[in-house]
């Protein structure tokens, strides 16, 4: 069990003890802090308080954060799309629908899952859940993903994501026209106040984010556009389309309730790009987009 510790601001007074808590780490949610709350892990000045407590100035509030209970890893023989693939790095091609990581209502049928079955020699760096990953994308977006076999390939593969020297692009349809035919929005994200499963554009406890896009195709209502991170955000593009005013078409988190049939966001990772971490050859791969935003454009061309 891990404990933390946080005073309370004059600008937090009053706030409620779940919002206050959940402010302070973005891999908290409000759901989870509540439990917490019912199980005596939060003491506000060393004393058990009620889930509708609010915290006031000067307030010395503990969390109590019990170790995660590990989940058994199940390999599964689930067909993988592998673009390239040596004794260090694999690349898949990640369909629309999988997620990405075992977690807590998905522990079956994931990407984990069947690189488990097919790579017997995935990089541990990031814990018995998140095996070889170097870093991932949201369950209805598709595309390209690298993953590590060894620690060394690991840590060089996230060195170049923090040094921003990978290519990361992908390809989007949002909803309005958008006029000029390229921008870049460099924009803090971080996670919503209101809502703790979304993030926002935020100054308050927000990483820098910076999307470059350039426009590919026009419609009546929607533009194809083509997005490349500069960083690795959560929901980067998501937010940051929705922040400028043109969020992506069927996006059930940050898009409009009245938009495209597609179930889920249509964002697909078509282009990637980064040096073999033992060669240090440049290598670059691009996966055309899915038969369902194929046809989701074809209907838009008509």
């Not at 709350?37 to 969390?63: A, C, H, T």
């Not at 994308?137 to 996230?158: P, Q």
């Not at 170049?160 to 026209?177: F, N």
């Amino acid at each position: 069990m891990t404990v933390f510790t946080f005073a309370v601001e004059e600008e937090q007074h009053l706030e409620r003890i779940d919002t206050f808590i959940t402010a302070q780490n973005e891999e908290w949610s409000r759901s989870q802090v509540q439990i917490w709350l019912k199980e005596d892990f939060v003491l506000v000045n060393g004393e058990k308080v009620k889930r509708n407590y609010k915290v006031k100035q000067g307030d010395e509030i503990s969390v109590s954060v019990p170790d995660p209970k590990p989940l058994e890893i199940i390999a599964e023989n689930i067909p993988l799309e592998i673009y390239y693939e040596d004794s260090d790095v694999i690349v898949v091609n990640k369909p629309r629908g999988m997620v990405v990581h075992p977690a807590l209502g998905h522990e079956t049928g994931t990407l984990v899952n069947a690189l488990m079955y097919h790579c017997k020699d995935l990089s541990g760096i990031n814990g018995i859940l998140r095996p070889g990953i170097v870093h991932r994308i949201d369950k209805d977006t598709s595309g390209l993903l690298m993953v590590a076999k060894n620690d060394v390939a690991h840590e060089k593969l996230a060195e170049q994501l923090r040094e921003k020297t990978t290519v990361r692009k992908y390809i989007a349809i949002v909803h309005g026209v958008i006029q000029h035919e390229e921008g870049t929005i460099d924009a803090p994200i971080g996670r919503d106040k209101s809502d703790r499963q979304s993030m926002t554009v935020t100054e308050e406890n927000a990483k820098e984010a910076v999307t470059h896009f350039k426009v590919l195709e026009r419609f009546e209502e929607f533009t194809l556009v083509e997005c490349q991170l500069e960083t690795g955000r959560t929901h980067q593009i998501r937010v940051h389309m929705k922040y400028i005013g043109f969020p992506l078409a069927g996006d059930p988190k940050y898009g409009p309730r009245k938009t495209i049939d597609i179930d889920g966001q249509a964002l697909h990772a078509a282009v990637l790009g980064f040096k073999h971490p033992r060669t240090g050859e440049y290598m670059e791969f691009s996966s055309p987009i899915p038969k369902i935003m194929e046809d989701v454009l074809e209907n838009l061309r008509r």
